[in-house]
């Protein structure tokens, strides 16, 4: 799989041994000089993978992460920080930040080779998903919505009902107009909101929460887009019950 890559590292030596590298192992690439300019440079070259290093004068690598997937399309991109050290706490603050993966310096051939390889599958398995997502358009939902087995409403982009099916009627006691954060617990919607955001930004997410009435029962919702004419329109949620893992565990957690 060919990629595009966008590449930030502030060591002009570096800089040009993995731009030589990534060209000759087939992949299209442009090279930047700091995380700034990698944020500035995202939107307008649109990667399809980024390899940034952590430290940078400027803005460094986790902060320029952070910012990428704050913006449209930047929970798409596949991203690896490229680091010297080598750590749990180093580790966490990555994954925390937004990447996908991380590659020690300094980076041999070989390795790049390896990173790019199973980078590439990953990337072509999450655009599988995405696309079957994105299938789901205005025209196929009245039927998607009817027999559904948990409930299921599509909103317009404020979040307000366009159709809920029987289940998502009786469970959600909403119809037409209505708000659907009314329906989840003052607690939950921030994972709501945050879920309605991604997805405006093309991105399916999952979340897991409670019953605003009755917190012994949890469920998973996934909120994803809904397209028209290659532009986000509204959005499909779905929520389905499920039982945690173990007697008393909680599954009030992120699940995106």
Request: net charge negative.
């Amino acid at each position: 799989m060919k990629l595009k890559l966008l590449i930030a590292d502030d060591d002009a030596t570096t800089r040009r041994i993995l731009q030589r590298a990534v060209a000759l192992l087939g992949h299209e690439v442009i090279a930047v000089n700091d995380g700034r300019e990698l944020v500035e440079r995202f939107a307008e070259i649109r990667p399809d993978l980024i390899l940034t290093d952590w430290r940078m004068p400027e803005m460094d690598g986790v902060e320029a992460i952070e910012r990428i997937r704050s913006m449209p399309g930047g929970h798409e991109v596949f991203i690896v920080l490229s680091t010297g050290v080598y750590g749990a706490s180093e580790t966490a603050s990555a994954i925390e930040a937004g990447a996908d993966d991380y590659i020690l310096k300094p980076i041999s051939v070989p390795a790049l080779r390896v990173l790019l390889m199973l980078s590439g599958e990953r990337i072509a398995r999450r655009r599988t998903v995405t696309d079957g997502v994105r299938a789901v358009s205005d025209s196929g939902l009245p039927g998607l919505v009817e027999y559904f087995p948990g409930a299921m409403v599509t909103t317009d982009l404020e979040g307000r009902v366009c159709a809920v099916n029987p289940a998502g009627a009786t469970a959600w006691n909403v119809a037409e107009g209505s708000v659907l954060a009314d329906v989840f617990s003052e607690l939950d919607r921030p994972a709501l909101k945050a879920a309605f955001v991604l997805a405006a930004a093309g991105t399916a997410h999952t979340f897991a929460h409670h019953d605003a009435t009755d917190r012994s029962r949890h469920y998973q919702t996934c909120v994803w887009p809904l397209w028209r004419d290659s532009q986000v329109s509204g959005f499909g949620v779905s929520t389905m019950q499920v039982v945690p893992t173990q007697a008393g565990e909680s599954p009030h957690r992120n699940a995106g």
